[in-house]
């Protein structure tokens, strides 16, 4: 994993300013600290920072070959899981390779097909080359949208980076934030509508999209989307390709140069990854499967049971750890923790996240990364196969807004009236979702339960997903820690959206056929074992701190945050403690300590963002 930044301006002023290409890298070192380079041309600039996993002698960046007349130039972010079929088939076709990298192969790909060459990819990825014959930059996420790409077009200039952040670094980028981008920081956030990048000059390549810059102008389409299609095998045959599919995901994700681990939380999602990746560790005699897992202090004492979190995590985990051999190491945090980890957790975002489930991740990825460059995790399992609650509960499936923030209106009274009624927050979201739903494709005659259940899914793939991808890629790489996320392969992502609901939710079970599709590799306890989600603190001495942080905001003159929220409604929230109804306002754990933790982080995003209200 990498961070790559780049600046093209056709009026040739860019090798006049190589310290501003290079100033875009600096503030992504945490992406790529094990190394950095700089290509610089007149008319474009590239930067990388980064973090070695593959070829550590042969994968160095920017990285340019000769053909014919053309040099080509790439920086890259990610990793190719197909690669090596991709090399032997290019080297069939006469393309001699001088590295075991991934990345001279993606090159290579790319002169050999051009933007067709994005569609064979299996990986997670985000990349930009340049072709200096015809003057053109190039550049291409993955499908799901695993690794980030932003970009700005300012008076003739193009300048892209991996976050915000890089961008930002850049004199020509300004600050300034329009409506639209504050509507989606204050009633979206932490989702964030595809494309957006808040800042007004910013956007955000789509995942599956790509992108051509040239003196002519710039061109985006997608290569790739979600498609409704007819499922024809029958259940049998439907497990058996699920498996296949889950098995090679995993499997060919722990290639590496360096020591794998993966994210064990007990659940099944988890679980299932850990089960393959201990299998093939011991085919491949690579010793005990690394696990870790999180928990926090006292979670014994504070858990109670509700709809979202029936039991404990830590039992779960040493079974399954017991089971497979694993060598587990928990990694226990505290409140103290949560809190010294609130604002670097919103500077690695570039915005306001999901509080303690954004720093503890943080901190987790700290001390894995003390052990392994290289994790596997279970994310995007649940928006595959129907997991979360939206599927199945009535309320959420005829809400006509976003299933996982049913609570807008509760959450827009910590607003003050005045900025409220400015945002048109309402509005804006629910144009959000109408956009949403109309990029949903359907087949003809679907029936009514079934539509809306491929429309529950698509948005959780292209609008909830995301958020957890963001969260997954920046508290990880903030601790130059790559994770990979295996139920993120597209293969798996095509077959199992097309597959009819009730086999999905096989016997009424949630997420049956994953279950069916992982028997064997588990104990049945641990298959049947109902969702639980990524831990958040119980302790209420969090809902104490962030309470406190949020009452020093509430009395400073001085906030930027202040003028536009409401502090009688927020000290009566305060006043009512941690035993009150936590009722999620966004997803599945965020309640009041955690909505005063967003406002916190946004609060210091104003301030230290130096954020330009238009």
Known sequence: MCGIAGWVSHQHAVKRSQGDVEAMAKPMTCRGPDGSGTWITPEVGFAHRRLIVIDPEGGTQPMSRRVGNATYTIVYNGEIYNFPELREELAAHGYVFQTRSDTEVLLTAYIAWGADAVSRLNGIYAFAIWDSQRHTLYLARDRLGV??????????????????????????????????????????GPQRTPG????????????????????????????????????????????????????????????????????????????????????????????????????????????????????????????????????????????????????????????????????????????????ATVGLSGEAADEVFGGYPWFHRPDALSADTFPWALRLRDRLAVLHPDFRAYLNAEQYVSERYQEALEEVAHLPDEPAHEHRLREISYLSLTRFLPTLLDRKDRMTMAAS?????????????????????????????????????????????????????????????????MAKRLLDILHDTFSPLKPLINPPYLERLIREGPQSEQIPWFGQLMGNAQLFAFLVQADAWLREYDVEIV
């Open 481 to 545: 820690l790559e994770v990979r996320v295996p139920f993120c392969d597209h293969r798996l992502v095509e077959y199992v959206y097309n597959v009819p609901w009730d086999w999905k939710n096989y016997r009424g079970i949630t997420k049956g056929l994953l279950r069916q599709a992982a028997a064997g590799w588990l104990p049945d306890a641990v298959l049947m074992r109902q969702k639980s989600p990524y831990p958040s603190t119980p302790n209420p001495s969090y809902f104490d701190a």
């Open 196 to 371: 957006h990048g808040v800042f007004a000059d910013i956007r955000e390549l789509r995942p599956g999209y790509h992108l051509i810059h040239g003196p002519q102008g710039t061109t985006i389409q997608p290569y790739w989307t979600l498609e409704a299609k007819p499922h024809t095998d029958d259940f049998a045959t439907t497990v058996a390709t699920v498996r296949q599919l889950v098995e090679d995901a995993v499997t060919r994700q722990l290639v590496a140069d360096v020591p794998v681990v993966t994210l064990l939380s007990g659940g099944i999602d988890s679980s299932i990854v850990t089960a393959v990746a201990a299998r093939a560790f011991d085919s491949q005699g690579r010793g005990p499967m690394r696990t870790f897992s999180i928990d926090f202090k006292d979670m014994a004492r504070y858990f109670r049971a509700n709809g979202f979190q029936t039991n404990l995590d830590a039992p779960w985990v040493a079974r399954v750890s017991q089971y497979l051999g694993t060598w587990h190491t928990r990694v226990e945090l505290d409140t103290p923790d949560l809190d010294a980890y609130l604002l670097p957790a919103m500077r690695a975002r570039d915005l306001p996240g999901h509080a303690d489930v954004d720093t503890s991740l943080l901190i987790f990825s700290q001390r894995i990364k003390e052990s």
């Open 147 to 188: 690794k980030p790409l932003f970009y700005a077009e300012i008076d003739g200039n193009f300048l892209f980076a991996s976050e915000i952040k890089g961008l930002l670094a850049h004199p020509l980028v300004s600050r300034r934030v329009y409506r639209d981008g504050l509507a989606e920081v204050f009633a979206l």
